[in-house]
């Protein structure tokens, strides 16, 4: 009996053995084919796939970090915030972004429109001049401006020491210290996005449609209005959503003019150690951030303008006539408040500087350290990019896409959010690189890795496929072909890409002062803390350096646009 009993069980066991391996491959074969469905019938290699993935984790964990902190602050803490600082702070930011992003476009569309399409003196020069204040960082700039026009500024000296001034308009009338003075200050240094991307577009602006306006009847005003303003909106909007993204992330020229928006309000309750209320504050500026590109993508998809025609001739270029004079009195006005007055402080107080022994070796101590971070971010970048852009373009799905996005997601956020994420990370689970300066070039990976992958893209895009097809036929891995043969082929704009990471990271202030070790100050640091003491002597030499450096990436806009 026990025996049968066995006989039936071994008999059942082997049947569902026989059910199990007939139904596995057939379940293999599903999520096979699911796998090629994805990849359209090519995936890449697990380690490509991986290094991918990885990336895209590292770029999205700190800013994730901060969001699941600060939804368990506490509601204490929330409606202290709500009731108290928020509301003012948003009215602060609010107002100051747009203020900024709509007189930076009426400079920008203006100054594009008079040296591209007009007889103004000197056009060819103008393009590459007024371009010139993206290389100034906007807290540079407010440094110079405070020197010109501060409280014990040259301006107030001259105004004090000429009576009938004194006497006709009473105390000296400007403040710098206001949110008047933080708009002049970002205006004139964000303005150049507009100029630069409506130059473009203005160039490549079919001449036809402006003669069928014209045959009609419409003056040269109705026909800019009608005719040019339209296919002019995609550059507008493309300038507005980058000044606007900076104004928010701004924190250097905020803070040093004394006005407080949510990024100076980030960067000094963490500098008092509150940081849930930081995490709190995070979270609103990353929602306002994602409002912002949210209506500037419904904004671009319901206006599209497109120029159908098939003859394509170049603009004409317009007499100013009576206007002449007046035209280049406006852009010498914006060049020497926007170039010659910065420059020229920066220049006068190095000299001082100089003279006094600022280049010491505690300046190039300053030096060499923004070299090492900034470099050292650079070169993480140029890494990190490939796997990412060479699976976008050569294997397109949902996942690649996701990773790409992830990837930019630093890039949309100031940075004391970023240097907020770090800290919340490496202080509770990676302790071990903790106060290193490993921590800020990781930082800049995140809030610089797009600059890199866009250099990347546009060289890749030049490649043709065959050339992977080539090498994945003699037996190379993805991940190999991508090191081994498309690598050495991209290799000017992965380089490119890495110039402007590093010259961004330089520049880069709020995840410095947040994140750097005791004792490691960068360039953009000491032009800081010296600018904040009024000891000028110091910071220009710093500032002017920075500048210089700068000048790098500005070369390849001007190539790009």
Same mark, same amino acid.
Not at 350 to 357: F, V
Not at 545 to 556: E, K, N
């Given at each position: ?22 139904? @596995? ?17 090519? $995936?890449?290699? $697990? ?53 900024? @992003? ?30 010139? $204040? ?55 240094? @964000? ?117 159908? @025609? ?85 294997? $397109? ?165």
């Amino acid at each position: 009996m026990d025996n049968n009993r066995e006989q039936d069980k071994q008999l059942n066991n082997d049947s569902s053995a026989k059910v199990g391996a007939k139904y @596995t491959p057939t379940l293999l074969r599903f999520f096979r084919k699911i796998w090629f469905n994805i990849w359209q019938g090519n $995936p890449p290699g $697990p380690i490509l796939l991986l290094f991918g993935l990885v990336v895209a984790l590292i770029m999205s964990v700190p800013i994730i970090y901060v969001i699941w902190r600060s939804l368990f602050a506490g509601v204490d803490r929330w409606m202290r915030l709500l009731d108290g600082r928020i509301p003012q702070l948003l009215w602060n930011t609010f107002s100051l972004t747009a203020a900024v @992003t709509v007189c930076a476009i009426a400079i920008g569309v203006s100054l594009a429109w008079i040296v591209i399409r007009t007889d103004l003196p000197g056009r060819k020069m103008w393009q590459w001049v007024l371009a010139l $204040p993206l290389v100034i960082p906007p807290y540079v700039g407010a440094v110079t401006y405070i020197i010109v026009f501060g409280p014990s500024g040259w301006a107030r000296n001259i105004w004090r020491d000429t009576p009938w001034l004194v006497n006709t308009f009473g105390d000296y009338p400007l403040n710098i210290y206001s949110f008047w003075g933080v708009f002049f200050v970002l205006t004139m240094f @964000t303005y150049p996005y507009v100029f630069l991307i409506a130059s473009a577009s203005l160039r490549k602006m079919n001449r036809n449609f402006e003669e069928v306006a014209r045959s009609q009847g419409m003056s040269t005003a109705r026909i800019f209005w009608k005719v040019n303003l339209p296919f002019l909106r995609p550059a507008i909007g493309a300038g507005a959503i980058l000044i606007s993204l900076y104004v928010l992330s701004d924190f250097g020229a905020i803070a040093m003019l004394r006005y407080v928006t949510f990024t100076a309000a980030i960067y000094f309750q963490r500098a008092s150690f509150d940081t849930a209320s930081a995490s709190v504050l995070s979270l609103v500026l990353i929602l306002l951030t994602v409002v912002i590109l949210w209506i500037e993508a419904r904004t671009r998809k319901k206006n599209k303008y497109y120029q159908t @025609t098939n003859t394509y001739r170049e603009p004409d270029i317009l007499s100013l006539g009576k206007w002449k004079s007046l035209a280049v009195f406006y852009v010498g006005v914006v060049f020497v408040l926007s170039i010659v007055l910065p420059v020229a402080v920066l220049v006068y107080w190095s000299m001082i500087g100089i003279g006094m022994g600022a280049l010491d070796e505690r300046f190039f101590g300053f030096a060499w350290n923004s070299i090492k971070v900034s470099g050292f971010a650079a070169i993480l970048c140029m890494l990190l990019a490939m796997p990412i852009i060479y699976l976008k373009s050569r294997y $397109p799905s949902f996942i690649s896409s996701g990773i790409d996005k992830l990837s930019y997601a630093g890039y949309a956020l100031p940075g004391v959010i970023v240097g907020l994420g770090m800290i919340f990370i490496f202080n509770n689970h990676i302790p071990a690189l903790y106060n290193t300066f490993y921590m800020i070039a990781l930082a800049f990976v995140v809030r610089f890795l797009p600059q890199a992958m866009q250099a990347g893209e546009a060289s890749l895009s030049l490649v043709s496929p065959r050339i992977d097809e080539a090498a994945r036929s003699l037996g190379y891995p993805p991940w190999k072909v991508m090191f081994k043969v498309i690598l050495p082929s991209i290799m000017p704009g992965v380089l490119a890409g890495g110039a402007l990471v590093f010259v961004s990271s330089i520049k880069e202030l709020p995840a410095t002062l947040m994140l750097r070790p005791p004792g490691f100050d960068t360039l953009a640091v000491r032009v800081y803390f010296e600018a904040t003491e009024a000891i000028y002597h110091l910071a220009a030499p710093a500032a002017l350096l920075i500048i210089l450096v700068s000048i790098l990436p500005l070369r390849y806009l001007l190539k790009k646009y």
